[in-house]
């Protein structure tokens, strides 16, 4: 049988089991999604911040090619092809000082058509070790087809689009190192004139993006607008002449700006964003890595749900204990009592229903404890003269015997068999409602000699007493009086049935002869009959 403690224990674990699953469960889901959605955010922002970055660094380079086209364009206007010489010398001077305050220039040029002046090239200024410009000598342009724009790109494709554009990386002429250069054309009326540019080391623009950096394996590239990897830090060998790089995973060509793609067998999560020269900036890191940020997480929050669930559990069962205690209490009060033992204590008097429960139950347990007082005082008493019945006297003789047995009991007492005469007479004659009158007034005259004694009716016309202490040390003297208050009562009777004759055998416990109480009582009850049976001698004699 499984006990309310138990009950009670387990329906709260459960529930609170059940709700901590769910509220685990939903919290869970909410990490993850948070996750999912800071991951997001955190790759937009640094997108975001990566491209202003890029953008600021771009837009100088852009703004500085911009600024000196502009005074070239309107220093040409009506420069005549023999002053053309001078012009170039004032785009020089001007260039230097434009380039020498731009971060990051690695050339800057201008550059005249071969066709507008065979003499006059124009100029190339080179920085390769970091300590100033110095000129370099410049392209021989006759030697290509200016209109063919997959050769010699930072010169034809401005002549063919005729405005100011961002070139993929190249490798320079005669220099063999990638660069990334924005150039624009010079125009005198629809005259080509030629092209001014800044090309920008490819490893600078590395070094920028390298700064881009998310989680522990982060990072971020650059695509061009048809989709080549302008730059990855995992191909350095890219920078090298020849190098071809490999294809982008095609799921980067995705509008979306959330990307989940897999390289080099990781699947890696990613976000873009357009870059002013047709570029994409992508910051990417491995879905690992996000997920074992709310993995974490997770893992945290169910640890401690279970030790809340421990703790919880700990103190349920405690607090159970103490609530089931006074029910267990009651219920073992209700074995004892159902064992016949009606002398239990219920010490829980709170005012709640467990106490209402118990002062019910002790209340009960009172009730049957009278009861049973009253069903054993009925069950030994005689119904008709109120003394102590049969049953008692059987059981008082044995707990007499008890006593003796043990040392316990009176050293000294005595045992009395009383008999009504002519019973059977007066039954006969006058009806059993006289022979009762005639029992009871017997009953009262031993009750009023022996007082002191427990009276006993253990037959139809029989009574005994037991003879302790007092009535045991004046036993001659109560039998004198019991012969004399007998007589006195016939006298005075005027009815048969009125009238009193008891035969009294009493015999005295001698522990010599006596092994048992019983041997006592048996000496009483035929000192009785041989008393009788001199009495009516006696009576048969006088009439």
């Given at each position: 049988m499984n006990s309310i403690r138990t009950k009670f224990t387990l329906l709260t674990v459960c529930a609170i089991v059940i709700s901590l699953s769910v509220a685990t469960f939903m919290g869970a889901v909410s990490i993850k999604n948070l996750g999912h959605s800071d991951a997001d955010k955190m790759l937009q922002l640094m997108c975001r911040t990566g491209a202003l970055n890029l953008e600021a660094y771009f837009d100088s380079v852009e703004d500085s090619v911009k600024a000196v086209s502009k005074l070239v364009q309107k220093s040409v206007d009506g420069v005549s092809d023999d002053q053309l010489h001078r012009h170039v010398e004032r785009a020089r001077n001007l260039f230097g000082q434009v380039?020498?305050?731009?971060n990051g220039v690695l050339t800057y040029y201008y550059r005249i058509d071969p066709a507008l002046s065979k003499t006059v090239k124009g100029f190339w200024y080179v920085n390769l070790d970091g300590k100033g410009f110095q000129e370099h000598e410049v392209t021989d342009i006759t030697q290509f087809d200016t209109n063919d724009t997959s050769k010699l790109v930072w010169f034809t494709v401005p002549k063919a689009t005729r405005k100011g554009l961002w070139l993929p990386p190249y490798f320079t002429e005669n220099l063999d190192v990638k660069v990334i250069s924005y150039n624009?054309?010079?125009?005198?009326?629809?005259?080509?004139?030629?092209?001014?540019?800044?090309?920008?080391?490819?490893h600078t623009l590395a070094r920028e993006v390298e700064n881009i950096r998310l989680y522990e394996n982060g990072y971020a590239f650059i695509l061009d607008d048809k989709g080549n990897i302008v730059y990855h830090p995992l191909m350095y060998s890219s920078s090298l002449p020849g190098h071809k790089l490999p294809d982008a995973p095609k799921e980067l060509f995705s509008n979306s700006h959330h990307i989940h793609y897999t390289y080099r067998g990781i699947e890696r999560a990613a976000d873009w964003v357009p870059l002013s020269n047709g570029m994409r900036l992508y910051v990417s890191v491995p879905v690992s890595e996000i997920n074992s940020s709310w993995q974490k997480l997770v893992r945290d929050t169910v640890f401690a749900s279970l030790l809340i669930l421990l703790v919880v559990t700990f103190f349920t069962m405690r607090f159970a204990g103490r609530i089931t205690q006074p029910l267990r209490d009651l219920t073992e009060a209700a074995k004892e009592v159902d064992k016949g033992n009606y002398d239990v204590t219920l010490d829980y008097n709170e005012?709640?229903?467990i106490g209402a429960l118990s002062n019910t139950f002790k209340g009960l347990v009172a009730h049957v404890k009278e009861h049973i007082r009253d069903l054993d005082k009925k069950a030994h008493v005689d119904a008709l003269t109120?003394?102590?019945?049969?049953?008692?006297?059987?059981?008082?003789i044995k707990q007499l015997q008890d006593e003796l047995d043990s040392s316990e009991g009176p050293a000294e007492f005595a045992l009395g068999v009383f008999d009504c005469d002519d019973l059977?007479?007066?039954?006969?004659?006058?009806?059993?409602?006289?022979?009762?009158?005639?029992?009871?007034?017997?009953?009262?005259?031993?009750?009023?000699?022996?007082?002191?004694?427990?009276?006993?009716?253990?037959?139809?016309?029989?009574?005994?007493?037991?003879?302790?202490?007092?009535?045991?040390?004046?036993?001659?003297?109560?039998?004198?009086?019991?012969?004399?208050?007998?007589?006195?009562?016939?006298?005075?009777?005027?009815?048969?049935?009125?009238?009193?004759?008891?035969?009294?055998?009493?015999?005295?416990?001698?522990?010599?002869?006596?092994?048992?109480?019983?041997?006592?009582?048996?000496r009483a009850d035929q000192l009785m009959y041989e008393n009788k049976r001199i009495r009516k001698e006696s009576r048969r004699k006088t009439v």
């Open positions: 380039a020498g305050h731009t624009a054309p010079i125009y005198r009326n629809d005259q080509f004139i030629g092209v001014i540019g800044i090309e920008i080391d490819y005012n709640d229903e109120s003394v102590r019945n049969k049953g008692a006297f059987n059981s008082y059977k007479k007066i039954n006969d004659t006058y009806g059993h409602e006289k022979g009762d009158i005639y029992l009871k007034t017997a009953s009262r005259l031993i009750c009023r000699i022996y007082q002191h004694s427990p009276v006993f009716r253990i037959g139809g016309d029989e009574f005994a007493v037991v003879l302790l202490k007092d009535d045991y040390r004046n036993r001659g003297e109560l039998y004198s009086r019991f012969r004399e208050a007998g007589e006195e009562i016939c006298k005075s009777a005027e009815n048969e049935w009125e009238q009193v004759r008891v035969t009294l055998g009493l015999a005295v416990y001698d522990p010599e002869t006596d092994k048992t109480v019983a041997d006592v009582a048996r």
